[in-house]
């Protein structure tokens, strides 16, 4: 059945790259597609996927690296500082090739690359200089290094998942010679490597591929629940659930459902007080019971039902109540499934009660106000509650209107079948509105997931003041790079897609505008420019010349060039250096104010 196994996923495959990120060619949309089906449990966004894509010239045989702490995918810019305590810091090294069956050397390989890149006393600059690695295949590993040393005052339990995905067979696979005993000698080498940690090398066929295509999150969610709930209009409740029946609900196989998160205006804030107190109430068997100290969490469908003392919840979001809900989570996983422990303390907190509502709201602007609400009893970030702004629903609507999606909820286009080209995150804009109106491409490079935390950061990307057509065409703008360094004409290195897609599109944009951007608004007469693939090649061809030229006077990585304001300041100065604002003036007599 091996030859209808291919049959069938090559028509998955055909299928999905029709609404899929375009500029791939068959290999790297194979190497996408893979990837999908391995993470799918974490729900990336395709632009997840595409950032730790790292095959091609010096790739060590690895073609994704995607590293996660608590399920939560990670950067560059991560801060370790709010994990928790034994935080599951997790490494996944993904090799997919179009090939028909599973060969010993690709796995060699894996093995050598790992060995040396998980060696910890070899720092990043003496792996830039043995030149066997690309720095978007260094970027990605060195995530999961960076995190293991701060984060080793907390006991990390660390995890390294190898994949390899082909076309083949899994059933040709001997458990005991060939590429079987390789695959055992590689997850040995694993745990030499680093002792203590969990590892696992798998393959994924022509039928395992094909089977995870078809699988989707569950989007309906039963929740156990104690006594009679409270209910003003028969559809919304108010209630009490076990602590050990709510774990379940936020667990499937044993990981966290992170989509159901996607409504809280918070992050997980790890070791703050009010954490710590929940689980101080925890650890304490003698403690009053938990809904008496504990606010509780607000939980959003779009329909629920009750029955045999379960809520049925469809496409259920938890609104409040992350901080909450996490310290609940680790506690359960930490010490009742990692240790399967049975004390008194674990059996006094299985019964346990927490407050929960249940609020029927299909009406997205009701969605949004009891968001807003519900998260009004704390102080919270104005940045927080971004999604729920009137000017991220504004900018979502003139979208729209445009044909094009603005996902203020993570995946929600991509799981209506959206074309991936036309759907913008609200990172994704902010990090085009840095580069494009801002002239920061460094700080859209260098602040991938924090850029816009900062609440003074977040106001000056997101001006309520700014004509919304600007909003879209900065972000159909920083697509279109994008889309143009995935192509043969650009011929980009994939380094070279990560590190300067920031730089390309803000001198694409000034050669444009002829000048540097004083103002955001400065950009409105150019909404209508689009640009050609002969013009974004001969931009490219400029950010490379002079990233040449800065890499020779100063010696350093590409990626830290990227990240830092001196190559903007020396773009900016080669390209658009300022004007003598009071030449006339001076040649008058006259001075300035």
Not at 117 to 133: A, H, I, M
Not at 235 to 251: C, G, P, R, V, W
Not at 278 to 294: G, H, K, V, Y
Request: net charge negative; hydrophobic share 40%.
């Amino acid at each position: 059945m091996a030859s209808n196994d291919i049959v069938l996923l090559d028509g998955v495959i055909a299928t999905v790259a029709e609404t899929a990120p375009s500029g791939l060619d068959d290999a790297e949309f194979f190497e996408f597609f893979s990837f999908d089906q391995v993470l799918k449990t974490y729900e990336l966004t395709d632009e997840d996927l595409l950032a730790g894509q790292v095959g091609g010239g010096l790739d060590g045989g690895i073609d994704g690296v995607f590293v996660f702490a608590d399920d939560v995918l990670l950067e560059e810019d991560y801060d370790a500082s709010s994990a928790r305590k034994n935080v599951v810091l997790m490494l996944h090294a993904i090799q997919a090739k179009r090939s028909k069956g599973f060969e010993e050397a690709p796995l060699q390989k894996l093995e050598d690359t790992l060995e040396e890149l998980l060696d910890l006393s070899k720092s990043r600059q003496v792996l830039e200089k043995c030149g066997l690695y690309s720095a978007q295949l260094l970027d990605r590993v060195e995530i999961f290094r960076s995190a293991i040393k701060p984060l080793a005052v907390k006991r990390p339990q660390l995890r390294v998942v190898v994949t390899y995905a082909t076309k083949g067979d899994m059933a040709t696979i001997p458990a005991d010679k060939g590429v079987g005993s390789r695959a055992k000698r590689l997850q040995e080498r694993l745990e030499a490597m680093l002792p203590g940690a969990t590892t696992d090398v798998s393959f994924l066929g022509a039928r395992e591929l094909y089977e995870l295509s078809l699988r989707e999150p569950t989007r309906t969610l039963e929740l156990e629940f104690q006594g009679s709930p409270l209910s003003d209009r028969g559809d919304s409740y108010i209630a009490l659930a076990k602590l050990e029946d709510y774990y379940s609900f936020l667990t499937e196989d044993s990981s966290l459902r992170r989509h159901i998160f996607e409504g809280n205006v918070r992050d997980w804030q790890g070791g703050v007080e009010v954490n710590k107190a929940i689980l101080e109430s925890l650890n304490d068997a003698t403690a009053p019971q938990f809904w008496w100290l504990n606010n509780g969490v607000t939980i959003v469908c779009s329909k629920a039902t009750m029955m045999n003392q379960r809520f049925q919840m469809d496409e259920p979001l938890i609104v409040n109540g992350l901080q909450t809900s996490m310290v609940i989570h680790n506690y359960f996983a930490e010490k009742v499934v990692a240790d399967s422990t049975n004390n008194d303390e674990i059996d006094a907190n299985r019964s346990r009660l927490l407050l929960v509502r249940v609020i029927v709201a299909t009406d997205e602007t009701v969605r949004d106000q009891v968001i807003r609400s519900t998260n009004s009893q704390t102080p919270v970030p104005p940045a927080s509650l971004r999604a729920t702004d009137q000017v991220q629903r504004d900018i979502e609507s003139f979208f729209t209107t445009k044909g094009w999606f603005y996902d203020r909820r993570k995946n929600y286009y991509r799981n209506l079948g959206k074309p991936a080209d036309k759907i913008i995150s609200i990172p994704y804009l902010a990090q085009a509105m840095m580069a494009v109106a801002l002239q920061q491409p460094d700080s859209a490079r260098a602040r991938p997931s924090s850029l816009i935390k900062d609440t003074q950061d977040y106001k000056r990307v997101f001006d309520t003041g700014l004509d919304l057509s600007i909003y879209f065409w900065a972000a159909k703008t920083q697509r279109a790079v994008d889309v143009f360094l995935r192509g043969e004409r650009a011929n980009a290195e994939p380094q070279e897609r990560s590190n300067l897609r920031f730089h390309v599109t803000m001198v694409a944009v000034l050669d444009a505008l002829g000048r540097r951007v004083a103002k955001p608004a400065d950009l409105l007469d150019l909404t209508d420019k689009e640009f050609s693939d002969d013009e974004l090649a001969a931009v490219f061809t400029k950010v490379r010349n002079a990233l040449a030229k800065h890499q020779k006077q100063h010696g350093l990585a590409t990626d830290r060039i990227a990240k830092g304001k001196d190559f903007v300041r020396y773009l900016l100065d080669v390209y658009f250096p300022q004007k003598p604002a009071t030449s006339e003036a001076a040649a008058g007599g006259e001075t300035s104010a």
